[in-house]
């Protein structure tokens, strides 16, 4: 069963809300999110574009802006290489766009994510080479390609990297670290060590439109001409599931704004063949609908399928190319249901179910669904996952992990398993032979130290809320905690003791179900409920249709009639 538990943040709500027009309940929400000074709170309601730093404050951007100004003058080929993801495919937009703008000789590369793998890699290097480049540019990748970069550089090349990863590093003991940086003529990253910029969390496009920021500022042209580009931060920042603080939210509701109109016409094909109503698109419709279409390019086939359908300029250009990625992301869909079904399948009759990390090894799955099959299972069983497949070499698999285990500092003492392998404390990459997965297996699970309450979900609760106060002026007024995503999650409210009738199920997969619900005082409201709705039914037939449940209210609009409902998202 999972653990509950209510926030209980303390603060003067009153005055808190008379001072910024808001309600007491309002600022409690607000101070749940850990923010707590005048200023952050000012920051956090009202953030705006001149809020926003000055990305020359980060390392060796400076250096980068002279170095690429020089190259442009000299008319010398610059090549951008990007990761195959959201994050990386946007940045590499960005980057094309603010450098071709400025009279440079530009192209792209991306790697294969199936042939050549993640980031810089010889085989591109030597693409490069063949096609007369002076420069490459990479972004949202390369802070750990030191041997690459070094053979580039053996090569003639100039190379700068533009990145926010975790700067690779020697564990020398008592809590010291030898950072490791690539040999390259210019690193911009926020994370690294002697990096003064005061916001590390930024995404690679970010990062990238911080260089074209500095770029235009050098040559003293007007920043509105790229501040189109802000759209694709937002797209990259919430795709790439980055935290939804300080300058990401600003750029996130900046972007969203522009979206509703963008101008782009790949964007705007994209939003209308997959029937996004573009007046109330926001953080989900990326995360969860425009986002896995340009991420399935690079999944299925190429994420050049992605950079194209920004590069569009025409509308039936862009058209042939929004329905290609939206076909690769229905099959990408279908590929992920079946191969979850197997895992689950694995993981509960295959003698998994003692284990507190779950090692599944899926030959037949696509190596690159192996992280959202593992995410999935994660979901299923709050347990650290890791799903594994079999690839060109051995065995390549994901891992995503849960709050109490540090999956990159986990897999690091096996290290002499692998022939690659990378991550973070939440997600990480692994390669080996195939001999090692069992051996991979038993270490981990004779490591961990992760106890039943660490392996117990837990569901941070904001607030009990009356039914009563589920108003339309209180759902009007939630927006301004918008856009939420990581780093500032929808809010949570409870209800203690729900008494549930009209008990329906619906839809194809019998998956939704809806009822009329009353709390303790009488008032009564429609509720939805997505997932086991079969499940949650035995339950209130156990319980004499009553339990109590976590939900967030919001106005249904059905054929012009306007209705308040709650989505319940879990139950006790």
Not at 93 to 114: F, K
Not at 512 to 533: R, T
Not at 556 to 564: F, I, S, W
Request: proline content about 3%; hydrophobic content about 40%; glycine content about 8%.
């Amino acid at each position: 069963m999972e653990r509950w538990v209510l926030l209980r943040k303390g603060a003067d709500f009153e005055a808190i809300g008379k001072k910024y027009q808001i309600s007491p309940r309002l600022a409690s929400l607000i101070r749940n999110r850990n923010i707590k000074t005048e200023s952050e709170i000012h920051s956090y309601l009202n953030g705006s574009r001149e809020e926003l730093r000055d990305g020359r404050k980060m390392k060796d951007m400076e250096k980068a802006a002279e170095l690429i100004l020089d190259k442009i003058k000299k008319k010398k080929k610059i090549r951008i290489i990007g990761d195959y993801d959201i994050d990386g495919i946007n940045a590499v937009y960005i980057l094309m766009e603010g450098l071709e703008h400025l009279g440079a000789l530009v192209d792209s590369d991306i790697p294969d994510r199936l042939k050549e793998g993640y980031g810089l890699n010889r085989v591109l290097i030597e693409r490069a080479r063949e096609a007369g480049i002076d420069t490459i540019i990479t972004c949202d990748n390369g802070i750990a390609a030191a041997g690459e970069i070094a053979y580039g550089k053996e090569l003639g090349m100039s190379v700068i990297v533009t990145d926010h990863h975790e700067v690779p590093y020697e564990d020398l003991g008592a809590g010291k670290r030898s950072y490791q940086l690539p040999p390259a003529d210019a690193v911009i990253d926020p994370k690294q060590e002697d990096c003064s910029y005061p916001f590390p969390g930024l995404c690679g496009a970010a990062v990238a439109y911080k260089l074209i920021e500095a770029l235009y500022l050098k040559m003293e042209r007007n920043l509105q001409e790229i501040e189109y580009l802000i759209e694709n931060v937002a797209i990259a920042t919430v795709g790439d599931v980055m935290d939804l603080v300080d300058e990401n939210r600003i750029y996130v509701k900046l972007g969203l704004s522009m979206l509703k109109h963008t101008k782009n016409p790949g964007l705007h094909a994209l939003i209308e063949c997959t029937g996004v109503k573009r007046e109330k698109l926001g953080a989900y419709h990326i995360g969860f609908i425009l986002g896995p279409c340009l991420n399935a390019g690079g999944r299925l086939d190429t994420a050049k399928k992605a950079l194209a359908l920004l590069r569009a300029r025409t509308g039936e250009e862009a058209s042939v190319c929004a329905e290609k990625l939206k076909m690769l992301n229905e099959s990408r869909k279908d590929m992920t249901a079946l191969a979850v079904k197997e895992a689950l399948r694995l993981a509960e009759t295959g003698g998994y179910m003692s284990d507190r990390v779950l090692v599944l090894y899926l030959p037949d799955c696509h190596e690159s669904l192996a992280g959202i099959v593992a995410g999935k299972v994660r979901e299923h069983f709050y347990k650290p996952v890791f799903v594994l497949t079999d690839a060109e070499e051995g065995v390549k698999g994901s891992g995503r992990s849960i709050e109490a285990y540090s999956m990159y500092e986990e897999i690091s003492r096996c290290k002499d398993l692998f022939t690659r392998f990378g991550g973070h404390e939440m997600a990480a990459g692994v390669s080996m032979k195939q001999e090692n997965v069992e051996e991979f297996r038993r270490r981990l699970n004779e490591n961990c130290s992760l106890s039943e309450q660490d392996l117990t979900e837990k569901i941070v609760i904001d607030m009990e809320l009356p039914f009563s106060c589920v108003t339309e002026a209180f759902i009007e007024e939630l927006k301004l905690l918008e856009p939420f995503g990581k780093g500032n999650v929808k809010p949570v409210f409870a209800g203690r003791e729900v008494i549930f009738t009209d008990v329906r199920i619906l839809g194809k997969n019998r998956s939704v179900l809806k009822a009329w619900v009353c709390d303790k005082s009488g008032i009564g409201l429609e509720a939805v409920y997505f997932g086991e709705a079969e499940r949650l039914r035995e339950r209130l037939i156990e319980r004499n249709g009553k339990l109590s449940v976590t939900f967030y209210p919001e106005v249904n609009e059905y054929k012009g009639a306007r209705n308040l409902q709650i989505t319940i998202t879990h139950y006790q």
